[in-house]
T-cell receptor, first 113, second 112 residues
Framework: ETGVTQTPRHLVMGMTNKKSLKCEQH?????MYWYKQSAKKPLELMFVYNFKEQTENNSVPSRFSPECPNSSHLFLHLHTLQPEDSALYLC????????????FGSGTRLTVV | GQNIGQPTEMTATEGAIVQINCTYQTSGFNGLFWYQQHAGEAPTFLSYNVLDGLEEKGRFSSFLSRSKGYSYLLLKELQMKDSASYLC?????????????FGDGTTLTVKP
């Protein structure tokens, strides 16, 4: 148990579908992040939330829509995705002043068909 | 922007010592992290350096030279379970919302 829980673990969706990824952290952290990990590429930052306010949108296409209702929960709403969006989507959290980096969730393996 | 360089692959023998290097050129710096990621799993935090020098934690040590934009992760007494990808990441601003930029990762294979 990492303290950051992501659901679902695996998701297959068509290009016309709408789905949501969920992330929940049980660590009392006040920042949460979405990262994308594709094969042969480094982890790419997508969104940053600090005290449930979005502080970073790393030029992510609008077909990805984040939502952070409180400091413990983070969603990524998906619609009209493309096959190249297939990747591992990782949620992470961190704490102000901490020197132990991110705590990652197990990720959602997304396949767009 | 951020530019982080790591070797793509390394191979070492069980019981040996291996050093994984990371170089960075960043617009801001507020700490360098090393993570371990086993295949099919999430990255897990290994070490953090914000000041120059060596940080030791059991079999793993991490070194930082801010003037040279250079870090390394040293793994001693290698075990088979150390076969994984090792990610170098640089945080670019103060505060917990300071985002981290990751290198491509170094895939380490430990052989018997």
């Amino acid at each position: 148990e990492t303290g950051v829980t992501q659901t679902p673990r695996h998701l297959v969706m068509g290009m016309t579908n709408k789905k949501s990824l969920k992330c929940e952290q049980h660590l009392g952290h006040n920042a949460m992040y979405w990262y994308k990990q594709s094969a042969k590429k480094p982890l790419e930052l997508m969104f940053v939330y600090n005290f449930k306010e979005q502080t970073e949108n790393n030029s992510v296409p609008s077909r990805f829509s984040p939502e952070c209702p409180n400091s413990s929960h983070l969603f990524l709403h998906l619609h009209t995705l493309q096959p190249e969006d297939s990747a591992l989507y990782l949620c992470a959290s961190s704490q102000e002043g901490a020197n132990y980096g991110y705590t990652f969730g197990s990720g959602t393996r997304l396949t767009v068909v | 922007g951020q530019n982080i360089g790591q070797p793509t692959e390394m191979t070492a023998t069980e019981g040996a010592i291996v050093q994984i290097n990371c170089t960075y050129q960043t617009s801001g710096f507020n700490g360098l992290f090393w993570y371990q990621q086993h295949a099919g799993e999430a990255p897990t935090f290994l070490s953090y350096n914000v000041l120059d020098g060596l940080e030791e934690k059991g079999r793993f040590s991490s070194f930082l030279s801010r003037s040279k934009g250079y870090s390394y992760l040293l793994l001693k007494e290698l075990q088979m379970k150390d076969s994984a990808s090792y990610l170098c990441a640089v945080r670019d601003q103060r505060g917990n919302a300071g985002k981290s930029t990751f290198g491509d990762g170094t895939t380490l294979t430990v052989k018997p």
